[in-house]
């Protein structure tokens, strides 16, 4: 079973908070595979290539361990620990590791990934930084069941063909409105667009700037925002101005998120 690229990232992007807000050196982690197996993908802070793409199976090893125990573990001397089985000795001592937390992502019951923080010292590791690697995954954890939900919508939106084709015509039709110099023309291209999506009537509680749902629609159409700043003849940073400004209107964490916000307030088909 392949990763989500989108997963991935969110993985991506804990490590690199997990390691900003603790000081802790280095970080790593990786998304379930197929069966009870964890592949680690991502690396931040490492020295070598030594953890990259190592397959850890439930019940082995530190992330073995939390895998099986769907609960964070902890080890102050990763080689000399009698906590856990030693399959991963090798790679770990090639990076020079010694006190190691791994953190499960569990959604809905199922552990999805694990977060893994490190020192190169065998030092107790506890306390803050274990608290802050938990709130790391449980950030990890929101997201992809926000994820998993879109997904699930769009399977059942998207029955018949062509549902992702409609997304991308209305992100292209409220790309174009704006070049539209006519009021009237542009009035009913915008009408064309409104029609595209779902009328619940909640739009009217949560209120958003015309360029703020053509960025949500680039970005539901899969657009990234350098793309979607070309598409809308913006500079990027204006692109992650109205991002941010849509997401906290739709009290949003993550671009994911807001499109799914956005969705439900019948702001995007």
């Given amino acids: 079973m392949t990763a989500d690229p989108s997963d991935v990232v969110e993985i991506r992007d804990a490590l690199l908070r997990l390691r900003r807000t603790t000081g802790l050196p280095v970080a ?3 998304l379930m595979e197929a069966g009870r197996q964890m592949r680690i993908s991502e690396l931040s802070g490492t020295a070598t290539h030594a953890l990259r793409s190592l397959v850890v199976t439930s019940g082995t090893g530190l992330g073995g361990k939390t895998v099986a125990l769907s609960r964070p573990c902890v080890v102050t001397d990763y080689s000399a620990s009698r906590q ?3 399959e991963y000795d090798a790679p770990v001592a090639v990076e020079g590791l010694r006190s190691v937390l791994a953190v499960p992502v569990v959604v809905r019951g199922r552990v999805r990934g694990v977060l893994y923080g490190a020192l190169r010292t065998a030092l107790p590791l506890g306390g803050r930084t274990l608290d802050t ?3 790391a995954a449980r950030d990890v954890e929101r997201a992809l ?10 399977a059942g939106a998207g029955a018949g063909p062509g549902w992702e084709q409609v997304r991308e015509a209305h992100a292209a039709l409220r790309a174009l409105a704006p070049r539209i110099t006519d009021p009237s023309l542009r009035a009913e291209l915008l009408g064309a667009c409104a029609l595209l999506t779902a009328d ?4 009217a509680r949560v209120r958003l700037a015309p360029r703020e749902v053509d960025v949500l629609a680039c ?3 899969g657009a990234t925002n350098a793309v ?4 809308l003849g913006v500079t990027p940073e204006t692109v992650k101005g109205y991002l941010r400004s849509s997401m906290r209107k739709l009290r949003a964490r993550t671009r994911g998120e807001a499109v799914v916000a956005a969705r439900r307030a019948g702001w995007l088909p």
């Fill in 145 to 154: 069941a926000v994820r998993d939900e879109a997904r699930t919508l769009a």
């Fill in 200 to 203: 619940t009537g909640a739009a």
């Fill in 219 to 221: 970005v539901a159409a």
């Fill in 28 to 30: 790593f982690g990786g």
């Fill in 228 to 231: 979607a700043a070309e598409r």
């Fill in 84 to 86: 856990i089985s030693h």
């Fill in 133 to 135: 690697a938990v709130e």
